[in-house]
């Protein structure tokens, strides 16, 4: 069963703006990580932050993890074409052995 | 080091066919995995092993699918009498220690074995 939830489903932005999706979650967790797929590729990892971080930065991406309503963000500033993609997150358990992905967003980024 | 590779890249079966995707996961990695991720869904996580020890299968794993990783390097899944629900992308992934642990830990995922069950 997938865990996490992602919001919008769906989302599409010009090139340089800012893109914004959110993750929701219904367990305790070690730590979450956001995954890029383009389409019917494999996934990429792209930024993970633990469960005691609240805020994260990898070039253009910012994480952010709210531990007390069981969510987070990903934004991924100043947006290019190459953006397009389908972005999960992905939660791992204390202790945990897997991945529980979400459902996805899929990020349209018109040039 | 090439990462994960996975083959066959696509693969068209009759129903009720067995078929067999095979997995190499990246040299050093003594985890793999095996999802299943249909069209407009996330990942589900299978099975996954650490060295040749299958430590862990999920309920979507029926009786007809089985996976091998002997001598803890390149893994096997086979689905044996194929139905038409069966046909999903199927992703290996591996990784260097546990998710949950100490260490901040990534999967690293193959390009994935699209089936199609007609």
């Known amino acids: 069963s997938q865990q996490g939830e992602e919001d919008p489903q769906a989302l599409s932005i010009q090139e340089g703006e800012n893109a914004t999706m959110n993750c929701s979650y219904k367990t305790s967790i070690n730590n979450l990580q956001w995954y890029r797929q383009n389409s019917g590729r494999g996934l990429v990892h792209l930024i993970l932050i633990r469960s005691n971080e609240r805020e994260k930065h990898s070039g253009r991406l910012r994480v952010t993890l709210d531990t007390s309503k069981k969510s987070s963000s990903l934004l991924i500033t100043a947006s290019r074409a190459a953006d397009t993609a389908s972005y999960f997150c992905a939660t791992v358990a204390e202790y945990g052995n897997k991945l529980v992905f979400g459902a996805g967003t899929i990020l349209r980024v018109k040039s | 080091d090439t990462g994960v590779s996975q083959d066959p890249r696509h693969k068209i079966t009759k129903r009720g066919q067995n078929v067999t995707f095979r997995c190499d996961p990246i040299?050093?990695?003594?985890?793999l995995y095996w999802y299943r991720q249909t069209l407009g869904q996330g990942p589900e996580f299978l099975t996954y092993f650490q060295n040749e020890a299958q430590l862990e299968k999920s309920r979507l794993l029926s009786d007809r699918f089985s996976a091998e990783r002997p001598k803890g390097s390149f893994s096997t899944l086979e689905i044996q009498r194929t139905e038409q629900g069966d046909s999903a992308m199927y992703l290996c992934?591996?990784?260097?220690?546990?998710?949950?642990?100490?260490?901040?830990?990534?999967?690293?995922f193959g390009q994935g074995t699209r089936l199609t069950v007609v």
């Open positions: 040299s050093e990695h003594n985890r």
């Open positions: 992934a591996s990784s260097l220690g546990v998710f949950g642990g100490a260490r901040n830990t990534e999967a690293f």
